[in-house]
């Protein structure tokens, strides 16, 4: 393990203990797209992703922690539509924020560009058109 690899765990795992003690309900994940990836999400279909930064903003009505903890996992069974683009080895998870605000606000909050159409967004009421944003 080197001392880049230990940082990360120990930034992981203060997010996760952040996220046991916190009235928080919605995440914000900040990731970083090293290579362009044309990448299967799930039933949506295939899509290109360019290099760049992106957020994806998330929820959890029940254990945050056990969910963002998922989320920062490499080993996992893809599920959601980010575990698609987290299963690929050039994303990583660079930041994670929490909010104690509704998901949708949060994410209408922050700026960027919709890639794909309805990502993590497939039962969103508030028309986010996509709750993955690129950002650069």
Not at 12 to 20: H, N, R, T, V
Not at 75 to 101: C, G, N, T
Not at 104 to 126: E, I, W, Y
């Amino acid at each position: 393990m080197t001392a880049e690899t230990a940082l990360f765990e120990l930034d992981a795992q203060s997010i996760i203990d952040d996220a046991i003690h916190s009235a928080a309900r919605t995440y914000a994940l900040h990731i970083v797209l090293a290579r362009r990836q044309h990448l299967t999400v799930g039933r949506l279909g295939d899509f290109t992703f360019p290099a760049g930064r992106y957020i994806y903003t998330g929820s959890a009505r029940k254990n945050l922690a056990a969910r963002v903890k998922r989320h920062l996992s490499t080993d996992k069974k893809l599920r959601w539509h980010i575990d698609y683009l987290l299963a690929s080895p050039s994303a990583s998870v660079v930041l994670v924020q929490l909010f104690d605000k509704d998901e949708c606000l949060v994410n209408q909050h922050h700026g960027g560009v919709v890639v794909v159409p309805r990502f993590g967004a497939s039962d969103c009421r508030q028309g986010c058109g996509s709750h993955l944003k690129r950002l650069s």
